[in-house]
């Protein structure tokens, strides 16, 4: 494996998304829409600037340095189970060792390392899907959760599905204000309305009250003051927004400006070529786009991934 070069055979869902729906045939005129490499001009991220401020955290961080500020709030671990998600302390599965290899590829383009240089602003990833239903708070939940569990770092997801605010409900947490009310009041600080969880390293933002206007709040020169300032008050910090779908509310669009990387779900036995061409253009914004493959079992051996846990090991 190159710099700039995924890994082909086996897969994960990553690079078969990438082959099932030709990323990057069929939008001709924005070549390198491809695993490992910019989108939409197709710079590779050791020619992306990076921010120094960003930079100069990841040498001051460690993972306890954050203490938190409020209540620390129970994540219903039953509730995961029960929607088949990755549940903290449980033993490792075919679930969790697909995240495992998602997010290396999200951290690698975030913190840099391994011959990779961290791209801008590549700690603020987006997680979309092109239409509802094909499983994006689904991934979105599942990576912050295995994003938790690194050493070196902590994660905030954001629910910035503003109509469907889900994040909450999924985890067991309270709906309270959140992150569409920091936008629209100056005199919220935002770091007051993070959900600190009991699990180590995960706190949540909720998607906060209704806004007719949250399209143009996002567009705001606030919406990138606030982000400067989540991560300049704890540089550990990876930042996870749950999106919108792209071709059903025009949020999307606006938020892939501000991040650094977009995971764009695509669901196996649902979202076709048109439309997954369609929602990629919107996300334009950001240079870094990859896809994820869900609702399909990888397996290029013929056994069950993630099934050597099962054989007495631990994680």
Do not use: W
């Amino acid at each position: 494996m190159t710099k700039h070069t995924p890994i082909q055979k086996p897969g994960s869902l990553l690079e078969r998304a990438a082959e099932m729906y030709g990323f990057g045939r069929d939008l001709r005129e924005t070549p390198n829409l491809q695993m490992g490499q910019g989108a939409v001009g197709g710079a590779p991220y050791g020619h992306t600037p990076h921010n120094a401020a960003y930079e100069q955290g990841l040498r001051d961080s460690v993972r306890d340095v954050r203490e938190p500020r409020g209540p620390v709030l129970p994540i219903d671990r039953d509730m995961l189970r029960r929607s088949n998600h990755i549940v903290p302390e449980d033993p490792v599965n075919g679930l969790a060792e697909e995240f495992r290899i998602v997010k290396r590829q999200l951290l690698l383009a975030a913190r840099g390392g391994k011959g990779y240089e961290p791209v801008q602003h590549g700690e603020r990833i987006l997680v979309c899907s092109a239409n509802p239903n094909e499983g994006k708070t689904f991934c979105a939940t599942n990576l912050a959760l295995s994003i938790a569990s690194e050493k070196d770092n902590r994660v905030l997801l954001i629910d910035a599905d503003f109509a469907k605010a889900d994040i909450p409900d999924v985890l067991g947490l309270p709906q309270s204000a959140g992150f569409m009310d920091a936008l629209a009041d100056s005199a919220i600080e935002i770091e007051d309305l993070i959900l600190d969880t009991d699990v180590d390293g995960l706190s949540v933002l909720p998607a906060g009250s209704i806004n007719r206007d949250d399209t143009e709040l996002l567009a705001s020169a606030r919406t990138e003051r606030l982000l400067d300032k989540l991560t300049r008050s704890d540089p550990a910090r990876i930042i996870i927004f749950d999106s919108p779908p792209a071709l059903a509310a025009s949020p999307a669009s606006v938020l892939a400006l501000n991040v650094g990387q977009v995971v764009m779900v695509v669901r196996a036995d649902k979202t076709n070529d048109t439309e997954l061409t369609d929602a990629l253009r919107l996300l334009s914004g950001c240079e870094h786009i990859q896809l994820l493959l869900n609702a399909t079992r990888f397996a290029p051996t013929g056994r069950r991934f993630g099934s050597y846990y099962g054989q007495g090991a631990r994680s």
